[in-house]
């Protein structure tokens, strides 16, 4: 289990939050939304917890 752990870790210092965080605040731009901390953690809990499970799900599937 705890090469599970490691891998964990690792795999959450390689993702960058800040990309995700770019995004986010760009989307809200794009559709004319000024963008606030609160309106940009709204969208990302809404994708953690409607959207990131399916997607992440897909995408298994369609390379393995």
């Given at each position: 289990?705890?090469?599970?752990e ?7 210092d ?51």
């Amino acid at each position: 289990m705890a090469k599970v752990e490691e891998m964990v870790e690792e795999l959450a210092d390689w993702i960058e939050a800040d990309v995700i965080a770019e995004h986010i605040c760009d989307e809200l731009k794009e559709q004319g939304i000024n963008p606030t901390l609160e309106d940009a953690k709204t969208v990302w809990l809404d994708v953690l917890e409607n959207e990131l499970c399916e997607a992440i799900r897909s995408s298994i599937r369609a390379k393995f």
